[in-house]
């Protein structure tokens, strides 16, 4: 786990329907806006790590 970070505390498949159903249905909020937060979410995480990390001698991949 990286310095600093808190660990995401786990729930069930069930537990997250019933967080997707509260969503939509009691606070308005469409899948498709879900999905677009928890996108903006991870990249901002993923920045804010990623920028800590010494770049010297790194390269990037395609991942092939």
Sequence with gaps: ???GVQPIPA???EQMRE???LMAETYG????QMMELTGRAL???SR???IR????GR??????
């Design 29 to 32: 909020v469409s899948l498709l």
């Design 59 to 64: 390269t990037v991949s395609d991942g092939r």
């Design 11 to 13: 729930v069930t498949a």
């Design 53 to 56: 990390l010494d770049p010297q």
């Design 48 to 50: 804010s790590y990623l």
């Design 43 to 45: 990249a901002t995480f």
């Design 19 to 21: 967080v997707d159903r």
């Design 1 to 3: 786990m990286a310095h």
